[in-house]
């Protein structure tokens, strides 16, 4: 299961007729690219079920927001998914973006509550271990490479400046991400190459999981 070359080829399109006359008289083309899109998803979502807990799965629309943005092309030029975790002891989101020449699928924690985002420092500071544990680890670094996300410039306030994790403190989002080809994306074995992807990021989120349903203590938040 994969993008198909039509959808592909409308995302392209699109590149370069960002317009709504171009849309309006490409809107069947449009419907057939998102429904493929979406029946990739669903694959993606049963084969992810197997040994995870999908409970909603968001395709984001392709109109953008433009009120406050200078660039004022109405469209995306790309398809979004999100695929949420169940329950809220079942921490992370992985996300798909199909784009022409910038495909990948990764997730992570792009923007944690400051309460999160404590406790993460906080285990991280007490005992990096686990985390250096997870981004040294063959599959990681064959998926991923490393942790990315924004950091902020100096420590935060209360840790240690010259704390051996200091690069992971920093940290203020937590994501991972895997680029596919153009040519990957058309593929058979797309669908597979994504869920095997995101089941690779399953330690990293059973870490974050167990870290962000406790305190420092380790004991059980109260629900």
């Known amino acids: ?9 409308f995302l392209k399109d699109i590149q370069k007729n960002n317009n709504k006359i171009w849309f309006d008289a490409h809107k069947a083309d449009f419907t057939a690219a998102v429904e493929d899109f979406k029946t990739l998803c669903k ?6 079920n197997k040994t995870d807990q999908i409970d909603t799965v968001k395709i984001f629309r392709i109109y953008r927001d433009i009120r406050f ?3 004022k092309t109405p469209y995306k030029s790309n398809f979004g998914a999100g695929f949420s975790r169940a329950t809220s002891q079942l921490r992370g989101g992985y ?6 020449g910038a495909s990948f699928a990764g997730g992570g924690f792009w923007d944690p509550e400051a309460m999160d985002l404590k406790r993460i420092r906080d285990e991280i500071s007490m005992d990096p271990g686990p985390m250096r544990a997870i ?9 991923f490479g490393q942790i990315e996300g924004d950091q902020v410039k100096t ?8 704390h051996p994790a200091a690069d992971l403190i920093r940290h203020k989002q937590f994501v991972v991400r895997r680029k596919f080809t153009d040519a990957e994306i058309t593929s058979p074995r797309f669908a597979e190459e994504v869920i095997q992807t995101f089941k690779a990021l399953r330690p990293f989120f059973d870490y ?3 870290v962000l349903t406790t305190d420092n203590n380790g004991e059980p938040l109260k629900k």
């Open 1 to 9: 299961m994969s993008i198909n070359n039509q959808s592909l080829k």
């Open 43 to 48: 694959g993606i979502e049963d084969g992810l």
């Open 69 to 71: 943005s200078a660039d």
């Open 95 to 100: 996300y798909l973006h199909i784009e022409p």
């Open 135 to 143: 981004q040294s680890s063959k599959t990681f670094k064959k998926y």
């Open 155 to 162: 420590m935060p306030r209360g840790y240690d400046t010259a």
């Open 208 to 210: 974050m999981s167990e």
